[in-house]
C-alpha cells in the first residue's frame, strides 16, 4: 500500500513538473508574453549629421524626441554621432547589423548613406529627415521621409522682421545666414524673403552661406558683416554655426532670430525662433512603428497645419499689435490662404 501511495505521489510531482516547464516555455516564445516584454523588444537608433548633439537645434531636437519615446513609449535606445560624413554609412550599418526596429537619420547630408544602407538591408525600417523617399536614389520602399514645410515657418519670422523693421526710422535691411545651401536651409530662407516683403515691399534681404553647420566663427563673421551693411535683423539658419551669428547680434545690439528650437534663452536680443519640430516627427514616427502603423515608401510632412512648423517665443519687447498679426498671418497660412510661399533662393 505504501508503495501505492508512493507511487502515485512521484507521478503527481512529475506531472507538476512537466506542467510548469510547459508553462515556461510557452512565456518565453517569442518575447511577447506580456505588453512590457512586448515594449522592451523595440530597438531604436538615431544617427547625427555632422552637427552633433550640441547644436541646440536640430540634432539636439532629434535626440529629445528620443528620448521622449524612451521614457513614455519604453523603448530601447542608442544613439551614434557622426563627426564627418564618412562616418554615416558605417553608423547606420552598425545599427542595421544589430537588428534595430528603427533607424533615424538626422538631416538631408545623410540622404546617400540611407539609400545605401537601406537597400542592404531591406527588412530594416528607416527614416530620414528632410529628405523625400522617392528622391532617394533607388527609392528603399523600407524607408520614410520626415519633412517640414520650413519656408512657412521663414514666412512668419521674416513679416515679424519686416514689421519691426518698418517701424525704424532709416533705410530697412535685415540678414540671414544659412550653413550649406541645401534645401531645407532655402526653404527657409526663401520663406523669410518673402514674409519680410509681405509686411515691408521696400526692404532689402541680405544673405550668405557659411558652407558650415559648426563653425561658429564663420556665421559670426557674415552677420558682422551684413550688420555693418545696415541689417538689423540676422536669422540664423546653420544650425552650431548659427549661434556665431545670434552672437553677432547680441554683440552689435541687433535683433536676432534663432532656427529649429526656441532660442529665446539665449538673451534679450532675440526676436523670436523659425520652430521646426523635429522632435515631434522622431516620436510620432517610432510611436508608429511601436503600434505596427509605420509604412515606408512615402513621406510624412509637417507644416504649419498640422503644428509641426510655427514660430517661437517673441520677445516681450514686441509692440502687441505686431504679435497679434503674426498670430493673423499664422491662422491664414493654416487655413490656407496663404500659399505658393517660395522655396527657392
Partial sequence: MIGK??????VSLLAIV?????AAASAKTDGR???SAKAATFKIGLVTDIGGLNDRSFNHLAYLGLQRAKVKLKVQTRVLTSSQNSDYIPNLASLAQQNYDLII???????????T???????TKFAIIDFPQAALPDK????????FREQEAGYLVGYLAGLTEKARKGPDVIGSVGGQKIPPVDHYIAGYKAGAKAADKNIKVLNAYSQSFTDLAACKEIALNQIAAGSHVEFQVAGGCGLGALDAAKQKKAWGIGVDADQAYLGRHMLTSALKKVDVAVYTTIQQVTKGKFKGGADTTFSVRNGGVGIGKISARVPKAFVTKIKQIQKRIATGKIKNIPTTV
Fill in 5 to 10: 501511495r508512493l507511487l502515485l505521489r512521484l
Fill in 18 to 22: 512537466a506542467l510548469t516547464v510547459a
Fill in 33 to 35: 508574453a506580456t505588453p
Fill in 105 to 115: 537619420g538626422v538631416g538631408f547630408l545623410m540622404s546617400d548613406a540611407v539609400n
Fill in 117 to 123: 544602407v537601406a537597400k542592404r538591408f531591406p527588412n
Fill in 140 to 147: 528603399p520602399t523600407n524607408v520614410r521621409g520626415l519633412l
